[in-house]
């Protein structure tokens, strides 16, 4: 039986994937088109891969430049005033305020993301969501690294565990810690997850039913 639900946010909990494709577009399209592209074309194959590990990755492979770890700060920042305003305006995934509401005291909810921990707790508060959440938890540490620390300080079972996500970086931190995994159907996500024949959900209405048929 599953007690514990570990949840992404953006596609999850939230429509807000096509604020942050947005935001990386606007980021580098002073490089030009072909960058601003090839930018958000990275983007959207590594879903649930924080903003510092994207933001290296294309100044070493598309500026070829090194960045600094001061720069990488600045980067990020301006990356948050490009997407908060637009997350925290961004809709619900239909039924999560609903479902969070209706089984708080049947599960334990954690999130997990690759958002900076402080942005995601000022969201969630601006959400009203951030009471609903045991913990929270972002980059720079990776997901599968926040999947193993919760099991252990929790001391929770892995087997009444599962992770609610839409990216392969959320799959992979579930399997990495044996660890349920239900997919979050979105069109982003449908190449990516063609081969998946795993649990899955449209919107988080229909959870509770795939949650008691694991």
């Known amino acids: 039986m599953i007690t514990n639900i570990f949840f992404d946010f953006d596609g999850v909990l939230c429509e807000s994937v096509q604020v942050k494709t947005e935001a990386f577009r606007q980021l580098y399209l002073p ?3 072909e960058i601003s592209d090839a ?15 994207k933001i290296r990755y294309y100044h070493k492979t598309l500026l070829h430049t090194k960045i600094t770890d001061a720069d990488l700060q600045k980067w990020s920042h301006r990356f948050s005033e490009l997407v908060m305003a637009g997350v925290i305006a961004a809709p619900e ?20 993301t690759a958002t900076p921990t402080n ?16 913990g929270v938890f ?18 929770l079972d892995p087997a009444h565990t599962v992770f609610i996500g839409d990216a392969l970086a959320d799959k ?4 990495d810690n044996s ?14 997850f063609s081969g998946y024949n795993g649990k899955s ?6 959870l509770k039913s795939v949650l008691n048929s694991l």
């Not at 995934?93 to 997990?112: C, D, K, R």
């Not at 972002?138 to 001391?155: A, F, M």
């Not at 959900?201 to 229909?206: F, V």
């Open 31 to 33: 490089y030009g088109k």
């Open 39 to 53: 930018v958000v074309a990275y983007h959207q194959a590594h879903g649930g891969v924080s903003r510092y590990d």
């Open 93 to 112: 995934v239909p039924g999560t305020t609903s479902f969070l509401e209706e089984h708080e005291h049947q599960y334990t909810y954690w999130v997990i």
């Open 119 to 134: 942005e995601i707790k000022a969201i969630l508060q601006e959400k009203g969501w951030d009471t609903y959440f045991a």
């Open 138 to 155: 972002g980059s720079p540490e990776k997901k599968g690294h926040w999947v193993r620390y919760i099991l252990d300080n929790q001391k």
């Open 172 to 175: 992979k931190a579930a399997d």
């Open 179 to 192: 660890v349920s995994f239900i997919l979050r159907n979105t069109p982003d996500n449908k190449v990516l």
């Open 201 to 206: 959900i449209n919107d988080l209405s229909q």
